[in-house]
Every structure is written in C-alpha cells, then in structure tokens.
C-alpha cells in the first residue's frame, strides 16, 4: 500500500529556477492539498483540489502554481523560486468532503533556495 | 488574535506523568476540531477527533467546550513514545484545516 508519495524529498535550487514538486496517492482520494510548514508558522494551505481540474487557492497561493490533470496526482510548481519559498512542502489527500477533515500526509519535500 | 493558538511548549515529562495540552481557537463558526501529532521531521498524522461530548481514546483524552472556543487533549501515563509536538486543528465548514503551530512534548525516563 503506497499511500501518499512525494517526490523528490530532498531539493536545493536557486532564486529564480522553476521548481516542480510531485504529490502521487494510491487511494482515488477526491480532495488533494499543498501546504508548506515554516518555524514560527505552523501548516499553512497553498492549493487544494477537489478532484481531477478543480483546483483552488489557500492561505498563502502567490509564487505557486498547481495541477490536477489525473485524480492521483497533484504537482506544485514554483515559477520562479525566491528565498523565502524555502520550506517544508507537505502534500495531503483526503478521501471526501465528508472526510475532508482526516488528511493523510505525504512525507514531504524539503526545499532551499539558494 | 491568531486563528488557533496553543502553547508552544516544550513540556517535558517524566514517564508515568499526566500532561495537559491546551488550544484556542478564534472563530465561533468553527465545526470540527482534532488533534494531530507530528514526529521531529516527518508528517503530521490525525491522532484524534474531538467531540462535543469529550472523547477519550486509550491514554488519550479531548475535551472541547464551544462557549469559551478551547480544546485540550489530555495524556495519562506517559510514554517516551509519546514525544512528540501536538496540532491543535480546526475546520471551519467549507474551507481547509486551520493548524495551530503546536505544542512540543518531550518524554524523560
């Protein structure tokens, strides 16, 4: 049972390249979310999909763009990535909206930007 | 006023200890509340729910009390596995899960 994956777990870029994050789940989970936990700020939402080509903006969406061609994959990608994108990057998916409050976290993606 | 707080911690315990977590939460039309733990460096996982009535799940115990927007999650006995930090969760219906920024708990033999 793979669950929820990510990759890669480890990345280290510089100001200004196009980043891409993957987020791939097993289960056919409608709803799939991007958040990135920094110190001081806890888990804060960038993008959520309800499923396949629905997606919407969270807390913090500015310097992300988001995708969901396929209902078990969610790629965040950052345009042009800057210092303060520096981050934890967690994906999530739950199962429906009458579930949407249990998520299921991917292991997350640690990026620093050069 | 931040939308969910909670202590920071760190609360360091003995094993055996009884421990109390605290949260607040902002807004009044909240729906949902749960209590999520995460390990040092990896994901968060959903430890429990909360209900109107209180819940108790093994150890574990939530409280939630909608007139004065508080939640505490109550640990009996402590184990060294226990440590850990806690997010305090909160679904306003409709929108996504608010995390607090969470409570450290360390657990000493």
């Known amino acids: 049972d793979a669950g929820i994956t990510q990759s890669p777990r480890y990345k280290i870029t510089e100001t200004g390249r196009q980043v891409t994050l993957m987020c791939h789940q097993t289960?056919?989970?409608?709803?799939m979310f991007w958040y990135r936990q920094d110190l001081g700020h806890g888990l804060r939402l960038i993008y959520y999909s309800a499923a396949a080509d629905i997606t919407d903006k969270g807390e913090v969406p500015d310097g992300y763009v988001v995708s969901r061609s396929k209902t078990e994959n969610f790629p965040l990608t950052l345009e042009s990535a800057t210092r303060s994108q520096t981050s934890v990057y967690f994906c999530a998916s739950s199962l429906d909206r009458g579930q949407f409050n249990e998520q299921f976290f991917g292991p997350g993606t640690r990026l620093t930007v050069l | 006023r931040k939308e969910v707080e909670q202590d920071p911690g760190p609360f360091n315990v003995p094993e055996g200890a009884t421990v109390a977590f605290n949260c607040t939460y902002s807004n009044s039309a909240s729906q949902s509340f749960f209590w999520y733990r995460q390990d040092c460096r990896k994901e968060p996982k959903l430890l429990m729910s909360v209900y109107s009535s209180g819940n108790e799940d093994g150890r574990f115990t939530a409280q939630l009390n909608r007139a004065s927007q508080y939640i505490s999650l109550l640990i009996r006995d402590s184990k060294l596995s226990d440590s850990a930090t806690y997010l305090c969760v909160v679904n306003q219906a409709g929108t996504a899960l608010i995390f607090g920024k969470g409570t450290t708990l360390s657990v000493s033999s």
């Open positions: 289960w056919s989970h409608s709803y």
